[in-house]
Nanobody, 112 residues
């Protein structure tokens, strides 16, 4: 089966850190860019970050720039999103995506 498995979410206090992981199976992971998106309660899904498979170039939404770092380990078929200095407004379900494939989401809750 073609899958993306997101993990690493949790409950953290403001200012804390989390590292999200997105592990792929069933397809050639290194052929695709991988992105992270999030959906806060009652809001639309928005892009957070992505990493290119060819040159490793990265993109960050303004809302997380300077606080998040995306990286990929193609040997492990995994992309990581390191999130630091978390804010309550970062509370959302985080999804990883590759082309038309979506992971199931992992909940991040940041308490004030």
């Amino acid at each position: 089966d073609v899958q993306l498995q997101a993990s690493g979410g949790g409950l953290v206090q403001a200012g804390g850190s989390l590292r999200l992981s997105c592990t792929a199976s069933g397809f050639s992971f290194d052929d695709y860019a991988i992105g992270w998106f999030r959906q806060a309660p009652g809001k639309v899904t928005k892009g957070v970050s992505c990493i290119n498979n060819r040159d490793g170039s990265t993109y960050y939404a303004d809302s997380v720039k300077g606080r998040c770092t995306i990286s990929r380990d193609d040997a492990k078929n995994t992309v990581y999103l390191q999130m630091n200095s978390l804010k309550p407004e970062d509370t959302a379900v985080y999804y990883c995506n590759s082309d038309a494939i979506w992971g199931q989401g992992t909940q991040v809750t940041v308490s004030s």
